[in-house]
């Protein structure tokens, strides 16, 4: 069982940065580094679905929203996967979700296609 805890939210002016984490924990005896995984973040607002951020896939290749592109950036050092959000708008404010599924394939922005979920952290950002 993958346990992830996500941390870094806040409130930030618009214009602002964040950064945010996500720390993986595996039990010793599973065969899959986190290496082994496709990560991802959702996000979601108040009344509305849980929404694709960005994701990276087991082969470090990262997708991204068309709403965050050349703003935000995914990345992964071993266990901690991170979202750095510059550039912040009032419309990125929710609830920030990393998600990690083994092995992914080519469904990295389903939030269907992921099992492993943190409990989220809020992003607010003031106009």
């Known amino acids: 069982q993958v346990q992830l805890v996500e941390s870094g939210g806040g409130l930030v002016q618009t214009g602002g940065s964040l950064r945010l984490s996500c720390a993986a924990s595996r039990p010793i005896s599973s065969y899959a580094p986190m290496s082994s995984y496709a990560m991802a973040w959702f996000r979601q607002a108040p009344g509305k679905e849980r929404e694709f951020v960005a994701a990276?896939?087991?082969?470090?290749t990262a997708e991204y929203a068309d709403s965050v592109k050349d703003r935000f950036t995914i990345s992964r050092d071993k266990d901690t996967l991170s979202l750095q959000m510059n550039s912040l708008k009032p419309e990125d404010t929710a609830a920030y979700y990393c998600?990690?599924?083994?092995?992914?394939?080519?469904?990295?922005?389903?939030?269907?296609?992921?099992?492993?979920w943190g409990q989220g952290t809020q992003v607010t950002v003031s106009s």
């Open positions: 998600a990690a599924e083994l092995f992914g394939g080519n469904r990295l922005m389903d939030r269907l296609h992921y099992t492993y």
């Open positions: 990276i896939s087991r082969y470090d």
